[in-house]
């Protein structure tokens, strides 16, 4: 895959490297500070370790924004149980492209990361959960984990300091729903990929019912630098409470999409003007999505905003997994509601009941909707079965269904108002059918 | 027991150990949380969502099957929040559901139209498609409907957890989502049945019972199942003097709601067009149809005539007929004929067991002792497909109690499984398999030792030694065959014991001995095909047989009774544990009478009527109860449960018979004679596999 030009507006940290000759390899890696935080662990205390990431204020990246280094700590490292690491490289959320670059790209980053982690909670071994469809990364992996076997990176007696940690992939079947944490172990043990009942959470009973550190990749990604150039160092490049640098997924209808590494907090509307180099076709800007196709939808007019969790959860959104999603105003948010919700129906595992039957119904109510044959009461029901759904589901899969559909009926209303009566779609003169 | 915390819900102060789920405390204080999914014993799911509720601290509602109660929570079910939550939850369980009601199965007796009726919408607001997946039919006796399906994954768990079979999954994912078979598009299982039993909707329904009859149109009838010595109660559904249907629903009798295919559907023999309905003669070498008067003026003429010749009588009893026909009859035998020619076909030893008990600290077990002693050694048998009663418990112990279970078995056995230790011997060498077992059994706190007939004569009193030098408290269980093989040896169908283990001092004749002796002058048959593998010697001998069928042995009879089967009667029976139960009378067949009122009616004719006493059930228990040791239960607590009869503790006093111990080794999908008129066992694909 070709990276997109780089945006002098970007901050390189986790991407410093993509651009390097061989980027994937070790020598490249080696030349270019490579595993030299994982040397300065090795002389660091587990509790100094954590408590560098703490530091940091390093957040989850795949979504909840959880704080990195609290999770870690809460891995019973006196357990007689044996620890284990496990990355989550199942990125499936739609408007997200950030993990398979990372991997793609710098795959040696990400083995680093998963090394601090496991000297920090005394794991041997790890496992990377790739996503079913990124089939060609699973190869990249691999290699660089060959690499890091040969050079004596993974093993028995890593760089005969006799430390023994273990790396394998494993590959996903093709269900979003793998990428919920709890799904992710039971498929990784070949399981049926249903999510698990928590408590217990995976830092306590995860892999095999033992301690796991369960996080994503752009999460390990980021451990390196910390480490490298301190926890103060990586705070400092966001906002008070959301450390370091994000990779943003721009897409949509900007002139310049693609993956850019920014610092937390960086203004929504520079990211599209700026960065992105604006709206297509000179079009006026609709709504966005901030952060993946589960993250409620931000109008026009609500996206001049710091894209930290904080900020962003305080206009009733979440900054999410990072899929920055631009729509302009031709966009018909019927179909991009019954487009998300298509997708929502067609991942959900089944398990429970408000989820299994709540998506398809409002796929096929959205459906109908679209078609011109829906009714006023309809708009009332799609908010009100959303809301059925909203917090009353197994797993966050039925929310991330729920929200953007509640987001865009309460938005967009009128949009839905002139879809009534049979009239044809405002947006989409003769491709009604296509949705 | 955990300590008591103190909780609210609804405002009420109430009380329940710390720890328990929130669903099951409110149940213990009398709130009922619906749910679909959860199931009490088998793992949680938190799939239906239907049990939310609102715990006052917590941002979002909580699933009380989940959650465990603290105290000081304060829990709320009745809400306006809670009461959309479970209405809107049914709102989505109907949109692909058919709403096929009137031609369900289950229609009255559903789940989910209960749920529905209590805590759902009046009206439907679902106007799009519904997702139509066609009928399966997995097996003779399970058909899959998928749209009623709700997904609730309890028989899934029923046949993993419960069975130990796993021969259901779910294949697909979302509103597509179905229960699939473990062979693609059949099943190859126990046929149990379970799976239909559990299904709170009619997803799946069995083809011995769908299509029969309104759920409201049965009586429902509470009986033991004949077919092997655990004693399940199994509660037939009749209509018209015609069962049905079999299972266990109230969970009422030792077995809970547990059955297998024999318990739930192998009452159908019953029901066989085979059945005989009149009493038969020899004339000029053929049997023909006669009136009941005429055989039994003939049968008792003749054996008035043996009697008063001296004749020699045999008399072979059945392990399926009630206690108080084996008493019935060893009475007639012994009393009025004079004879202690009395046996049946010894299919366990439990008389040596007993006998080897006594003076030691071991007892005999109790059939919950499988599910609640700490360790299970299982020796010789396949537990699993001769006894699956006490595997399904022994399973429930390892599960919920994290039993060990020892299996010395000669072939691979399901409890291996489980097993902490499985040993393979070469048929024979049980104790020596058990004798290496010794450290680990020894380390164990208490145990139950369950044995078939490998275990026999001096081998049973070397297991007792075994065991009593263990140190620790073991109870045994010798399994035996069919119904009432337990309350056969009990009642005195020995012919060196009369009723209660006393020994008769002279020894009468086994069944081997009957068989064989040249110089028989009658042979009286009660619900027993000895002659299927057997010849009779004494080719003169005048042969009376009473059966549901016409047997190997019945063909060679002078007179032939019809019988009443064991569900068309009333008595008690004893299981193999020793746990003594109640027939109830659920159907009848036109001509057939049962033994007790047959053995009555031949004792009039005889003129012993006054020795013998009346033929009801409930005066020879009375009688039972007086002169048989251990079985001084009154009749009421009978029929409110299973009880423990207590035999005679100390020595029996006669010579151990290992010699005439045969068990049939019947297995999931053979019982005897009346497995051989079972249309279900013999349609199964498991069943024709196996013979």
Redesign the interface.
């Known amino acids: 895959m070709r990276y997109n030009p780089p945006s002098p507006l970007e901050t390189p940290v986790l991407s410093r490297r993509f651009r390097l000759p061989n980027s994937q390899s070790i020598d490249t890696y080696l030349a270019n500070d490579g595993y030299k935080a994982f040397e300065k662990a090795t002389g660091m205390t587990q509790d100094e370790i954590i408590g560098e990431v703490k530091t940091s204020i390093l957040r989850g990246r795949g979504g909840a924004g959880f704080p990195t280094g609290m999770k870690w700590s809460f891995v019973p490292r006196t357990s007689p149980k044996p620890k284990y690491i496990v990355v989550n490289a199942d990125e499936s959320e739609p408007g997200t492209c950030k993990d398979r670059l990372l991997i793609e790209f710098d795959p040696h980053q990400l083995i680093e990361g998963v090394l601090i982690a496991a000297l920090a909670v005394g794991a041997q071994q790890g496992y990377i959960y790739i996503r079913g469809e990124f089939r060609y990364l699973i190869g990249v992996m691999d290699k660089a984990i060959d690499e890091a076997y040969a050079k004596g990176y993974l093993g028995d007696n890593i760089q005969g300091k006799g430390i023994k940690f273990h790396l394998a992939t494993h590959s996903g079947a093709g ?1 979003y ?1 793998c990428g919920e944490e709890s799904a992710l172990l039971e498929s990784l043990e070949g399981k ?1 990929g249903n999510p698990r ?1 928590r408590p217990p959470f995976p830092a306590v009973a995860g892999c095999y019912q033992s301690p796991t550190i369960l996080n994503n990749v752009e999460t390990f990604c980021a451990v390196p630098s910390i480490i490298l150039n301190g926890g103060l160092w990586f705070a400092g490049l966001g906002t008070p409470k959301n450390g370091g640098t994000r990779m943003f997924c721009l897409s949509g209808h900007v002139n310049k999409p693609g993956v850019y590494e920014l610092p937390m907090g960086f203004n929504l509307m520079r990211m599209i003007n700026e960065v992105g180099g604006g709206i297509r076709g000179g079009k006026k800007l609709k709504a966005v999505v901030p952060g993946g196709s589960s993250c409620p939808i931000l109008k026009a007019d609500e996206c001049d905003l710091a894209m930290d969790y904080d900020t962003v959860a305080a206009a009733k959104s979440m900054l999410g997994s990072g899929g920055v999603v631009v729509l302009d105003e031709d966009t018909c948010m019927v179909k991009f509601a019954l487009r998300i919700m298509r997708f929502y ?10 989820c ?6 409002l796929k ?2 959205l459906t ?1 909707f679209h078609e011109g044959q829906g009714q006023r009461s309809d708009i009332v ?1 799609i908010g009100d ?1 959303s809301r ?1 759904m909203l ?4 797993c966050p899969l039925g929310d991330a269904a729920a929200m953007p559909t509640i987001a865009i009926v309460e938005k967009f209303r009128e949009e839905f108002e002139a879809h009534l009566d049979g009239k044809p779609c405002p947006h989409e003169k003769g491709s009604r059918l296509a949705a | 027991m955990a300590d008591l915390v103190k909780f609210t819900i609804n405002g009420q102060e109430l009380e329940a150990p710390a720890g328990m789920l929130v669903i099951e405390a409110a149940k213990q204080n009398g709130i009922e949380i619906p749910s679909f999914c959860y199931y009490e014993g088998y793992s949680l799911q938190a799939a239906c969502r239907m049990c939310l509720v609102e715990v006052e601290k917590m941002p979002k509602m909580q699933v009380a099957c989940t959650l465990p109660v603290s105290a000081g929570m304060v829990i709320r079910t009745e809400t306006d929040q809670v009461k959309l939550a479970r209405k809107s939850t049914l709102e989505f369980l109907l949109t692909n559901h058919p709403l096929d009601c009137p031609v369900c199965d289950k229609g009255g007796e559903c789940e989910l139209q209960d749920m529905v009726f209590r805590y759902g919408a009046g009206e439907s607001r679902y106007t799009e498609t519904k997702i139509h997946v066609n009928e399966q039919q997995w097996s003779p006796v399970v058909f899959y409907d998928a749209p009623r399906c709700i997904l609730c994954f309890r028989c899934v768990r029923a046949c993993d957890e419960g069975m130990g079979v796993s021969a259901l999954g779910v294949i697909n994912r979302g509103a597509q989502s179905l229960i699939s078979p473990n062979m693609g598009d059949h099943l190859e299982c126990d046929e149990c049945g379970q799976c239909i039993d559990i299904c709170p909707v009619g997803a799946l329904t069995s083809g011995a019972y769908r299509y029969q009859t309104r759920p409201w149109e049965m009586e429902h009838v509470g009986t033991i199942c004949t077919h092997c010595s655990d004693g399940c109660k199994t509660t037939l559904g009749v209509r018209n003097d015609e069962i049905v249907r079999g299972n266990n629903r109230d969970r009422s009798g030792v077995n809970g709601e547990f059955l297998c295919i024999k318990g739930r559907y192998a009452f159908d023999f019953s029901e066989s067009a085979e059945r005989l309905q009149s009493p038969m003669i020899r004339v000029n070498g053929k049997l023909e149809e006669v009136s009941w008067s005429k055989a039994l003026e003939t049968i008792g003429k003749k054996f008035a005539e043996v009697k008063a010749k001296g004749g020699k009588f045999g008399v072979i009893g059945s392990n399926h007929t009630t206690n108080e026909e084996n008493y019935y009859l060893q009475k007639f035998a012994r009393q009025g004929l004079g004879t202690n020619n009395i046996d049946h076909q010894r299919t366990g030893d439990v008389v040596t067991l007993v006998d080897a008990l006594s003076g030691t600290t071991g007892r005999l077990a109790k059939t919950e002792d499988f599910y609640e002693r700490k360790a299970v050694l299982v020796i010789g048998a396949d537990l699993s497909a001769e006894h699956p009663f006490l595997a399904f418990q022994t399973r429930a112990n390892y599960r919920h109690h994290e039993a060990h279970v020892y299996a010395v078995t000669a072939e691979a056995v399901r409890e291996d499984n489980m097993a902490t230790r499985s040993v393979r011997v070469a048929k024979g060498e049980e104790l020596a398999g058990v004798e290496g077992l010794r450290d680990a059994l020894a380390a164990e706190t208490e145990l139950v030792v369950v044995f078939d007939d490998s275990i026999k004569g001096d081998k049973v009193r070397s297991l007792v030694a075994f065991g009593e030098s263990l140190g620790i408290p073991v109870s045994y269980c010798a399994l035996v065959d069919y119904s009432n093989s337990r309350g056969a040896i009990d009642m005195g169908l020995v012919a060196e014991l009369n009723p209660g283990f006393h020994a008769t001092g002279t020894a009468g004749a086994s069944v081997d001995e009957m068989l064989a002796a040249n110089d028989l002058a009658a042979l009286w048959v009660v619900g027993s095909n000895p002659l299927q593998n057997a010849k009779l010697a004494a080719s003169r001998a005048f042969v009376v047989v009473q059966d549901l069928f016409l047997t190997e042995t019945a063909q060679r009879a002078d007179v032939v009774l019809p019988t009443a089967s064991a569900y068309e009667k009333n008595g008690t029976v004893t299981n193999g544990c020793g746990e003594v139960q109640r027939l109830k009378r659920a159907s009848a067949t036109m001509g057939a009478k049962t033994d007790l009122e047959i053995i009555g009616l031949i004792a009039k004719e005889m003129g012993l009527a006054p020795l013998m006493g009346p033929w009801l059930p409930e005066t020879v228990y009375a009688e039972i109860r007086k002169t048989v040791k251990g079985y001084d239960i009154p009749l009421p607590l009978v029929t409110i449960g299973a009880q423990q009869t207590a035999p005679v503790n100390g020595r029996v006093g006669v010579d151990s018979r290992p010699d005439l111990i045969r068990s049939s080794h019947d297995k999931l999908f053979t019982s005897g004679t009346l497995g051989r008129y079972s249309t279900v066992l013999n349609s199964v694909i498991e069943g024709r596999q196996s013979r």
């Open positions: 269900a729903e049926r009942i129906a067609h991942e959900s595992c089944g398990w429970c009941i408000p299994r039957e709540g998506t398809t119904w096929k109510l109908r029901m079965l059925n917090g009353r589901t197994f």
